[in-house]
């Protein structure tokens, strides 16, 4: 599980995925998310902008971060 450090309040869901390195662009998170391959919190997730906030949990293809 890799833990990312938050420098705001919050990080958008796509943002995160990025900086996880699970995406290369934008428009990759965004082509992950609506597949309904991301959770949030054990719950599909489809909304790019999705905020996450500390303790929240993301999961992508068996991998949480």
């Known amino acids: 599980m ?4 938050l420098r705001d309040e919050f990080i958008k ?3 995160a995925l990025k900086l ?3 995406a290369e662009s934008g428009l990759d998170a965004k ?3 609506q597949e ?3 959770k949030v919190n ?3 997730e489809t909304r790019r902008g999705r905020k996450l906030y500390p303790g929240d949990t993301v999961s ?3 991998s949480d971060f």
């Open 2 to 5: 890799e833990i990312i450090h």
């Open 60 to 62: 992508y293809d068996g």
């Open 36 to 38: 309904g391959l991301v």
């Open 13 to 15: 869901l796509g943002q």
């Open 31 to 33: 082509e992950m998310i």
């Open 42 to 44: 054990g719950e599909v």
């Open 20 to 22: 996880a390195g699970l």
